[in-house]
């Protein structure tokens, strides 16, 4: 069953959704890395829940020589008006007179390092994702003597539940790269990693990986969406319908 007692908070500088009797996922945070033909060094711009742009959408926006804004928008329930998931994106602009290149657009980031929080009431040693190339639902397991000892990475779709867990039911965290509005995969690649070991989470980033895509003056790129939800249905988290394209919803617009 999808739960729909998700509730989006700003906190300790990030952003927490949590759920009840379900995952608690604090301190979501964005970041772009950049470089300039004049200085090859990558510059870092995060992007924190403090930094408020508007609130219908809601979006956080930073800024120096790019500017980064970052937009969260619910989907509802129509029958009850629950929140039934969210979906976040990231939109970059150049503010300068020179070309920018683009590294990476991290959209949702949580680092414990930074205090975030990625907990689904199961050690990491529990925790289980799920085949993403596979017809059939599929699970592969944390061990450290295979390849997932550092956790799992996905291309568009991240599946995470534990085998057992101290809530009623285990529960599942989905995040997804959804389709463009005209159909078909995004413009750049995307990726969903989930670093974990067997004593503890180290970090989640889904990002839109741009490898030194060319930013023009003046010019704004938009990240793919990723959607946020949960449940105890694994099957029916991923049968779960995208948000209606809103062409003036666009983060920073």
Same mark, same amino acid.
């Given at each position: ?73 619910? &989907? ?5 008006? &629950? ?73 568009? *779709? ?26 078909? &995969? ?41 959607? *946020? ?25």
């Amino acid at each position: 069953m999808l739960n729909r007692t998700g509730i989006l908070t700003v906190l300790d500088r990030g952003i927490t959704i949590n759920w009840d009797d379900g995952p608690t996922l604090h301190r979501i945070t964005a970041q772009v890395r950049y470089h300039t033909a004049t200085l090859a060094t990558t510059q870092l711009l995060r992007v924190h829940a403090l930094q408020r742009y508007s609130d219908d959408p809601l979006v956080f926006a930073a800024e120096d020589s790019i500017k980064a804004a970052w937009m969260w928008r619910d &989907a509802r329930m129509v029958d009850s008006e &629950a929140i039934a998931y969210w979906t976040t994106q990231l939109s970059v602009t150049n503010q300068t007179d020179e070309d920018i290149y683009l590294d990476t657009m991290d959209v949702i980031r949580i680092d414990s390092a930074y205090s975030g929080q990625f907990n689904i009431g199961a050690p990491t040693g529990l925790w289980q994702c799920a085949v993403e190339s596979a017809a059939d639902l599929k699970w592969e397991a944390w061990s450290e003597t295979t390849s997932s000892a550092g956790g799992f990475t996905r291309q568009r *779709v991240l599946l995470v539940q534990p085998t057992v867990s101290n809530r009623s039911r285990p529960p599942v965290v989905l995040v997804k790269a959804l389709d463009s509005p005209q159909g078909g &995969a995004t413009a750049h690649p995307t990726e969903i990693k989930l670093e974990i070991n067997g004593e503890r989470f180290e970090r989640m980033v889904a990002c839109t990986r741009t490898d030194g895509t060319l930013l023009s003056p003046g010019a704004t790129l938009f990240s793919a969406q990723f959607q *946020v939800a949960s449940g105890d249905s694994p099957a029916e988290l991923l049968q779960l319908s995208p948000p209606e394209d809103k062409q003036n919803d666009q983060p920073g617009q």
